[in-house]
């Protein structure tokens, strides 16, 4: 069946370090690959996605690659800061007609 | 615009009670999924429609619990009677399957139950 999987958590980062969250996936065909952001207390949101193998999704300084080959589509970002911290959760969606795969979540917290 | 409203924003009432979970989802949208999200359990999907027709309830944890939606504007999930393992925030979310390929859910801000 589909899946995702996520590194484990919690991941402490000071401020300004480099951001890898790993993400990898199971599926059959060539899924749409997202990654969505829950902040305290509220709904998680899109963060960015990507619908083709070799796409680069992005948006407020995060990056994810599509990579079919070893079925991945890991986060990062050059800098983070405090504000960064939250939940992250990698997720795949095989058409629009299908509910979407959620990984387990990883917390992040950012120190001054 | 809009977002997906979910009411209350939190609810705390004694084991036993009929609890009621309300959504309005984005206009135009034409999926509306359930998720109730814990600590333990992470986010679970528990149903989901398309256009008002339940699709998928294999995630509704057992026939205490009830979801509806009798419009495209609206839907509401139901526990009774409810249960102190069943305190979790639940979440609403909506998606439009049409027009760009594959467009992502756009959640609420959830509901926070607590069952005493």
């Known amino acids: 069946g589909n899946s995702v999987t996520q590194m484990e958590g919690p991941v402490t980062l000071s401020e300004e370090a480099f951001l890898t969250i790993n993400c990898t996936y199971t599926?059959?065909?060539?899924?749409?690959l997202f990654w969505y952001v829950q902040y305290p207390g509220e709904g998680l949101q899109l963060l960015l996605k990507?619908?083709?193998?070799?796409d680069k999704g992005s948006n407020k300084g995060f990056e994810a690659t599509y990579r079919k080959e070893t079925t991945s589509f890991h986060l990062e970002k050059g800098s983070v800061q405090v504000s960064d911290s939250a939940v992250y959760f990698c997720a795949l969606m095989k058409t629009s007609y299908d509910k979407v795969i959620f990984g387990p979540g990883t917390s992040l917290s950012v120190i001054p | 615009d809009a977002g997906v409203i979910q009411s209350p924003r939190h609810e705390v009432t004694e084991m036993g009670q009929e609890v009621t979970l309300r959504c309005k989802p984005i206009s135009g949208h034409d999926y509306l999924f359930w998720y109730r999200q814990t600590m333990m359990r992470g986010l679970e999907l528990l149903i989901y429609f398309n256009n008002n027709v339940p699709i998928d309830d294999s995630g509704m944890p057992e026939d205490r619990f009830s979801a509806k939606m009798p419009n495209a504007s609206f839907s509401t999930l139901k526990i009774q009677p409810s249960e102190p393992r069943d305190s979790a925030v639940y979440f609403c979310?909506?998606?439009?399957?049409?027009?760009?390929?594959?467009?992502?859910?756009?959640f609420g801000d959830g509901t926070r139950l607590s069952i005493l």
């Open positions: 990507a619908t083709k193998a070799d």
């Open positions: 599926a059959t065909g060539y899924p749409s």
């Open positions: 979310a909506s998606s439009f399957s049409g027009g760009q390929f594959n467009q992502p859910q756009h």
